[in-house]
Nanobody, 125 residues
């Protein structure tokens, strides 16, 4: 079965960086769009990055554009989220999600069929 496992979360000071990893198994990553989402307590789940299966096109909301970068290594079945210039408002549980999709990836949750368990990111001094 498809399994996604996030890692790399932790505590970081404002202005710092973290790289999250998403290890995928049970699927051929080449055919899947991958999204990164986050959810803070009392807030809705928010898409922060996605990368398409074709051409590796990626998309970001304005809240993280220029600070976050998503990448993938299909040979290793891995997807990464590089997060720079982190702010306290970036604190949340971060999830990766996968959807078999040829169309450009989506920054909203509904198309995604498979989800990881999440990793906590806390930005605080």
């Amino acid at each position: 079965q498809v399994q996604l496992v996030e890692s790399g979360g932790g505590l970081v000071q404002p202005g710092g960086s973290l790289t999250l990893s998403c290890a995928a198994s049970g699927l051929t990553l080449d055919y899947y769009a991958i999204g990164w989402f986050r959810q803070a307590p009392g807030k809705e789940r928010e898409g922060v990055a996605c990368i398409s299966s074709r051409y590796d096109s990626s998309y970001y909301p304005d809240s993280v554009k220029g600070r976050f970068a998503v990448s993938r290594d299909n040979a290793k079945n891995m997807v990464y989220l590089q997060m720079n210039s982190l702010k306290p408002e970036d604190s949340a549980v971060y999830y990766c999600a996968a959807e078999r999709r040829d169309a450009p990836c989506a920054l909203y949750a509904s198309p995604y069929d498979h989800w990881g368990q999440g990793t906590q990111v806390t930005v605080s001094s």
